[in-house]
């Protein structure tokens, strides 16, 4: 029987055990550059078999959050190189994840105070992070975006390989694309998002497009072996939904079996809220990615507790199980899954912004 704790091979990284940390938004990058703090952070947390990294823009375009790690300055590409040497010293291994946020930004956050760009021009009743007039931190309604021209999508499609590009350079092992929680990717997807009317709009297969481009265009430059991509299907955040998710998740998983990826990182349920907020057929959708040829590691998550994960992996239900929260407060999350042992409570009021508290200094087993 499968362990959680026993090595996996996925793409061409052989990983330590089936547990990985999810993508933690924290705020703490100012500059979108990666300071000290942050190589501390994810060295403390390198005995997770996969590290994902923060959601990090592939352009300034791309940004909808302040003091987040970008990977389209060269400064933030040395930060990034200080972080996975410190990862790889650990005996970590650690992905980028690959975000462009559309239209869940603020104008004071885009190049020279601009719309933010979205597949339609359709505002988010939703809330993005932004540095106030007096340089505190604070949540801000997100601004009104513009529609994408049909000529822009290819110069976005080039951000994303470069972005890829300056992950594998600045030491990353592989990259995630950010395909959920109603962000650019999974804008285009949603028909609450997505009016458009040409080859991007209307049927699931014109809305999948651009995902199963950008996804092609990653693996070309730098191999599908070091790609992997998160999917949301039935949540609701950013206020994104679809009328039928089932089978637009299952036309898309059996579009990227076409490609020999390294994982597919899937949030069941409302990301970090309810596990049934909406039915899916989750085994179903494993089904239709593996009925198309589909070998990647199927990875899960959202609100899992160990013996959830445990039984996830033991049932072959699960490849992988990534944990958010638990490993902000649990640097040492492995370890104390693997011994059963108490966890630490997680300080909310520090999950954005700030310094060392709340951040670095949660304590490791004795």
Do not use: C
Request: a negative charge; glycine letters at 10%; proline letters at 6%.
């Amino acid at each position: 029987m499968t362990s959680l704790f026993d090595p996996i091979k996925i793409g061409h990284l052989t990983l330590a055990n089936r547990i990985a940390m999810a993508p933690l938004t924290r705020n703490r990058s100012p500059g979108a550059v990666p300071n000290d703090l942050n190589v501390t952070y994810y060295e403390q947390r390198a005995s997770a078999g996969l590290l994902i990294s923060e959601g990090t823009p592939i352009s300034h375009q791309g940004q909808g959050y302040a003091q987040v790690p970008g990977l389209y300055l060269p400064e933030s590409i040395d930060g990034w190189k200080r972080v996975t040497s410190a990862v790889h010293a650990a005996g970590g291994h650690i992905a980028a994840q690959l975000w462009h946020v559309g239209r869940v930004s603020h104008t004071s956050l885009q190049p020279e105070g601009g719309q933010p760009v979205a597949p339609s021009a359709i505002r988010a009743k939703s809330k993005t992070y932004i540095i106030n007039e007096d340089g505190t931190g604070g949540f801000a309604d997100t601004s009104e975006p513009r529609a994408l021209g049909l000529d822009e999508i290819p110069g976005i499609l080039d951000d994303y390989r470069r972005a890829a590009r300056a992950a594998i350079d600045a030491g990353f092992d592989a990259v995630e694309i950010h395909a959920a929680n109603g962000y650019l990717i999974d804008q285009f997807l949603r028909s609450s998002s997505n009016a458009r009317t040409d080859a991007y709009g209307g049927s699931i297969e014109n809305r999948a497009r651009f995902a199963i481009e950008v996804v092609e265009t990653i693996a070309n430059e730098i191999g599908a072996e070091r790609t992997g991509i998160r999917i949301s299907p039935v949540t609701p955040a950013n206020d994104v939904s679809d009328p039928d998710p089932q089978s637009l998740f299952n036309h898309l998983v059996e579009r990227l079996a076409a490609f020999d990826l390294a994982f597919i990182h899937v949030i069941e349920g409302a990301t970090g809220g309810a596990r049934d907020n909406l039915p899916l057929d989750w085994a179903g959708l494993k089904a239709a990615y593996h009925a198309k040829g589909g070998k990647a590691a199927w990875m899960v998550n959202n609100s899992y507790t160990r013996d959830m994960a445990i039984e996830a992996v033991a049932s072959g239900r699960a490849d992988m199980v990534s944990f958010g929260r638990p490993f902000i407060a649990n640097p040492d999350l492995v370890e104390r899954f693997r011994q059963n042992a108490p966890l630490n409570e997680p300080d909310r009021a520090t999950f954005y912004g700030g310094g060392a508290e709340g951040y670095t200094n949660y304590p490791k087993l004795a």
